[in-house]
């Protein structure tokens, strides 16, 4: 008997003509003076990308791969999102590095200072090779992972609160509070009716202690005669399906 050595399946790679759910995103990071010190309470777009991911995904990623991962504050931003092809998804990013985003609603878009391809141009753009030392200045002897090391995923720590048990209360009223709502306004009309019937004849308090009894009674009765009704055939149902 021979045993053929297994393989895994290639992956397949999307087709870059068909339309899948993408994001443009930003990343703000505090603004550096020259030798590359954070200067506080200074927050601008430091960086523009795209991704087929979540944003926090590639977020995660900056923070361990860019020299400017230490300056992140916040969080990173929906800029727009939608379905795109690979091209069309290009396109959108090239449109926010070259025209800026909002950060703050009412300020005037902002062009990113990390970006690299589409923003050379740009006056207040800070080189990767300036970005390395300004880094290496904050933290001596860092470097960014190897090229096409594999960078870990963040994810978020597991929450240690353990859910509360569902209540017998609020499992009952999930099933039946569409049937006390209807009763509810079935009592409600009686109400309304047996005080209208009753008002040449009742006065005072009367009227709606009489119309609260008559309308309390009539709705019970209702119910009796409603379960009288179905209980029966539901409990001969249940025999057949046993005996079948």
Known sequence: ??????????????????????????????????????????????????????????????????PFGDLIVGGSWVIEE?????????????????????????QAPQRPVYNIDHNRENPNRIPPWDALAHRQAREPGWQPPPKGARIPTQRGAASTVRPRPVSPLSRWWGRRRWQVVLWAA?????????WWVGADTWSGWAEPRNAAVAATVATAGIGWRGWKTSGPKRRRSKRRGRRR
Do not use: C, N
């Open 1 to 66: 008997m021979t045993v053929r050595p297994t393989t895994s399946a290639p992956r397949r790679q999307a087709r870059p003509d068909v339309r899948r759910r993408g994001a443009v995103y930003g990343i703000p990071t505090l603004a550096v003076d020259a030798l590359g010190k954070p200067i506080p309470g200074t927050v601008v777009v430091g960086y523009i990308g795209q991704t087929r991911q979540t944003v926090k995904q590639r977020e995660g990623q900056h923070r361990v791969s860019q």
């Open 82 to 106: 939608g379905f795109w092809t690979d091209a069309e998804l290009d396109a959108k990013e090239q449109h926010y590095i070259r025209g800026g985003a909002v950060l703050v609603p009412g």
């Open 186 to 194: 079935v009592w409600a009309l009686l109400f309304a009716g047996s």
